[in-house]
């Protein structure tokens, strides 16, 4: 029997949420094949077989929380029809042999009975309904009654799906002592109106308790100021062409922030630490999380080594990452150890917000939409520029306003003369 088990997930996560079987009871599995999808506090993992053979038992259902190194399935090796062959031919063998020695009939006896147990499994009138482990859990938890549950499977198994598809079935007779409501009417909610309810997802779930973990352990504060994009976006209409030709790749307005709060972060280091009990830890590594919409929420995959990437490197970094993160191929090793982090709400139309810590992180710039408003050259002149709000969200415990402050001027600075960002280090 080969046990699978829930795999070392990252050094921050211990468990897991069984988001899918990929294999029911009876399936045949081949080595290195997935057998369950389980989501995690950030991304899905598929748990394949370290083995070839054929799925016994599910020990959890959808929906279950599981720990790392819990059993959650067992395999028989070998495939199922491989079984089947051998049981028949000890049995033809036994038949047409002569008087077998005593080794040989206890042999039978006992291919009879794994034969016996095995026919068991899969019908035993009388027993009650068949189902599998994971959908009797289910059933109990629901409330079910098994033998309401109408399956297809061709041997009258019950599975998980059957259960959850029963479940969201009307009821057949009314619950007793509740007035029938009018045929075509809708159940209404208790409140009278029409709602629907929807679990939040393990990484839902995750996002929604650090969010508020951060505002309620963090000094939170943020400081405002605004870009003049002109220069930025003459240098790309400038260089698009050729940038595109030599990287494969546009040039956007994500590697120059990118690059800028690099630079930025040299010069104020206590914006790229953490706090760790009542010490202080400075970190002299740039690995800068840029913050992608993703169908299960907001994750935040992270360019390594940001410093010591150019514009193209940066560009393509983002890109893909935005892919995997758009696909559900992010992995644990790409959404781990981010030092700073940029969110950039303008892509989604947002003019001005105050963005949240992403934890343990000590701050956060927050980019928005770029909008041509009328700007004072001096004192007789007036030209609409293209504009850009900033905002610098930061720990108050460690960083002072006069850093924050400091530290947004020196991104306006450099993306208004961009030239700059060739002479930083």
Do not use: C
């Not at 907001?298 to 696909?327: M, Q, S, Y």
């Not at 007789?380 to 709000?389: D, I, K, Q």
Request: zero cysteines.
């Amino acid at each position: 029997m080969i046990e699978i088990k829930v795999p070392e997930l990252a050094e921050s996560i211990t468990e897991g949420t069984v988001a899918s079987w990929l294999k029911q009871p009876g399936d045949h599995v081949e080595k290195g094949e997935a057998i369950v999808e389980l989501e995690t506090d950030k991304v899905n993992i598929e748990v394949p077989a370290d083995e070839s053979g054929t799925l016994d038992e599910q020990l959890a259902a959808e929906g279950d929380t599981v720990q790392v190194g819990q059993v959650i399935a067992r395999l028989s090796s070998g495939s199922g029809g491989g079984t089947a062959v051998a049981t028949k031919t000890k049995t033809e063998a036994a038949t047409e042999a002569a008087p077998a020695p005593a080794e040989t009939k206890v042999e039978a006896v006992g291919e009879a009975k794994k034969v016996e147990r095995r026919e068991e499994h899969v019908a035993s009138p009388g027993k009650g309904p068949i189902a599998t482990p994971a959908a009797r859990k289910l059933a109990r938890e629901k409330g079910i009654d098994l033998s309401a549950i109408q399956t297809n499977d061709p041997i009258g198994r019950i599975n998980v799906h059957d259960v959850t598809n029963h479940e969201s079935k009307p009821a057949s007779t009314p619950a007793p002592q509740v007035p029938k409501a009018p045929a075509a009417a809708p159940q209404p909610a208790a409140s009278g109106k029409d709602e629907e309810r929807i679990k939040m997802t393990r990484r839902r779930q995750t996002i929604a308790n650090r969010l508020v973990e951060v505002q309620q352990t963090a000094a939170m504060l943020t400081t405002f100021n605004e870009i003049d994009m002109s220069a930025v976006m003459a240098l790309r209409k400038r260089r698009q062409e050729k940038f595109v030709k030599d990287n494969d790749v546009k040039l956007g307005f994500m590697s120059f922030f990118t690059k800028a709060a690099v630079a930025a972060l040299k010069r104020m280091p206590y914006l790229n630490a953490e706090i760790q009990g009542n010490e202080i830890v400075l970190k002299k590594y740039y690995d800068i999380g840029i913050a992608v919409s993703a169908p299960d929420g907001l994750v935040v995959p992270v360019v390594r080594e940001a410093d010591r990437k150019n514009f193209g490197e940066i560009e393509k970094d983002i890109l893909h990452l935005a892919d995997k993160a758009r696909n559900n191929k992010l992995g644990l090793s790409d959404l781990t150890g981010g030092t700073f982090t940029i969110t950039n709400g303008g892509v989604f139309g947002s003019l001005l917000s105050t963005p949240i810590l992403n934890g343990p992180q000590v701050a956060i710039l927050g980019m928005h939409s770029i909008q041509l408003r009328p700007i004072a050259i001096d004192a007789e002149t007036m030209e609409n520029r293209p504009m850009m709000y900033v905002a610098l969200s930061y720990d108050h415990r460690i960083v002072d306003g006069r850093e924050a402050v400091t530290f947004l001027k020196h991104i306006k600075d450099m993306i208004e003369d961009p030239e700059q960002l060739l002479f930083e280090a």
